[in-house]
């Protein structure tokens, strides 16, 4: 088992065994996940799920889209961390329903527990129909890259502060991703991070990765960010 986040690891002794364990429970979260992106469209919405390392600034970047964009479209959010409900009350505070999903040690969401928080983000909500709901996914690039959780867009951040290596290191968050965001780049100046490095590691794992550079904090790249949210409206 893993010491991580408790999925099955195969057994050198016991590979089919374990193999077909870990099989059986990847099916049931697959057609969880498949419930669930008919639920989001049920409701009118774009489901996307946020994944990057603690720290990256996912909570950051939700509450300046959230100022920004709340008068053009009606945004909810899904939160996923091990304990707290530190991250809702912040995204409650720009006026956005948020629903805290705690794992109590589990280092990922999986469909069931969106299943569970959509249903309580209904019961919750004053709106009956959302434009997007993000899923701000627990923070490790590792085990989310494996848990389809019924969105229609996963992005991947990585932050200034955190190296340029994460594409290589971590390669299936960046080959199951569709939008790769570069975040805090205000902070270029202070750290030892390559733009480059970054954008052609990740590009050797998915040709088909839109990137985006941006700071929350001072705005630079952030109309584009904005501009892509827009465009999902429309789908």
């Not at 088909?208 to 904090?217: H, Q």
């Amino acid at each position: 088992m893993c010491d991580v986040c408790g999925c099955q690891v195969p057994d050198k002794e016991k590979t089919s065994q374990t193999v077909d364990v870990h099989e059986s429970l990847l099916a049931a979260n697959i057609a969880q996940a498949k419930e669930n992106r008919h639920h989001f469209e049920q409701m009118g919405a774009i489901a996307i799920n946020l994944i990057s390392s603690p720290g990256s600034g996912k909570t950051t970047l939700l509450e300046h889209t959230i100022r920004k964009l709340r008068d053009e479209l009606i945004i909810a959010v899904i939160e996923g961390d091990i304990e707290t409900e530190r991250d809702a009350v912040r995204i409650r505070a720009q006026g956005a329903p948020a629903v805290q999903i705690t794992t109590g040690g589990a280092c990922h969401l999986d469909a069931r527990l969106v299943h569970k928080g959509l249903h309580q983000l209904q019961h919750e909500s004053e709106s009956e129909k959302f434009d997007i709901i993000f899923i701000e996914n627990v923070g490790n690039l590792v085990c989310p890259a494996t848990f389809d959780l019924g969105e229609h867009e996963r992005i991947v951040m990585i932050s200034v502060p955190e190296g340029s290596d994460k594409p290589a290191k971590y390669p299936k968050a960046f080959t199951t991703s569709q939008k790769f965001l570069i975040t805090k780049t205000d902070l270029l100046p202070y750290f030892d991070f390559s733009i480059d490095e970054a954008k052609e590691e990740a590009l050797k794992l998915n040709q088909g990765l839109k990137i985006m550079e941006l700071s929350a904090t001072t705005g630079n790249g952030f109309e584009d960010w904005l501009t892509y949210l827009r465009s999902l409206k429309s789908r």
